[in-house]
Each structure stands twice: as structure tokens, then as C-alpha cells.
């Protein structure tokens, strides 16, 4: 079966970091491209990044550019997302997510359960 589980959420302030981990298995993690993706209560689901398994090529959402920056492991079959200067709008609860393919923007098949970030002010 394929997994997906995020982790490392928490509560820090504003200005602070922290690092998402994305552990992966039950497929070829080589062969796909995983996102981030988080949901603040009463929002709707917003796209944050996401990295290719054919190039290594990385996207962002506009709102966090220039603070949060993904990468994989492929020996360790894991994403990480790190987050900086994180801001109070930044809290959500946070899931990692497979593409259909190597590349980003393909369509996401399998998602992970997520993990909680709280920024305070």
C-alpha cells in the first residue's frame, strides 16, 4: 500500500522554523514527484510546494517563497519541507502528497495524514 506520513509540526513563533518530514513507501519513491499541501480551519486546501523526481525541479506558492524550500532524499525515501521566518497565516495542518508522475502539476493521487503547524504571533 502506498503511505505517505507527515510529521514534524509544532507550535513556534513567528519569525521562527521548522522541518516537515515526509516519509514514504509502498511505491518506487524515485519515480514521483510529492507535493505539500496545507488546510487552515475554514479555508480552503492551498498548494505549497512541490518538488520532481525527474530533474529535482521545485515549486512554490507565491505566499511562501523566499522562506520555505523542499527536497528529497531518495536514499532515505523522504521530503522535507523547511519553513522559515514563519508568519501566524502559516498555520494549517500540513500533508504531504504523491503526483500521478515524475513531474509536478500531473495531479496528486495519494495523500498522507498531516501534521499540525501553529505559528504564534
Known amino acids: 500500500d502506498v503511505q505517505l506520513q507527515a510529521s514534524g509540526g509544532g507550535l513556534v513563533q513567528a519569525g521562527g522554523s521548522l522541518r516537515l518530514s515526509c516519509a514514504a513507501s509502498g511505491f518506487t519513491f524515485d519515480d514521483y514527484a510529492i507535493g505539500w499541501f496545507r488546510q487552515a480551519p475554514g479555508k480552503e486546501r492551498e498548494g505549497v510546494s512541490c518538488i520532481s523526481s525527474s530533474d529535482g525541479s521545485t515549486y512554490y506558492a507565491d505566499s511562501v517563497k523566499g522562506r520555505f524550500t523542499i527536497s528529497r532524499d531518495n536514499d532515505n525515501i523522504t521530503v522535507y519541507l523547511q519553513m522559515s521566518s514563519l508568519k501566524p497565516e502559516d498555520t494549517a495542518v500540513y500533508y504531504c502528497?504523491?503526483?500521478?508522475?515524475?513531474?509536478?502539476?500531473?495531479?496528486?493521487?495519494?495523500w498522507g495524514q498531516g501534521t499540525q503547524v501553529t505559528v504564534s504571533s
Open positions: 502528497a504523491r503526483e500521478a508522475g515524475r513531474n509536478c502539476g500531473g495531479g496528486y493521487v495519494y
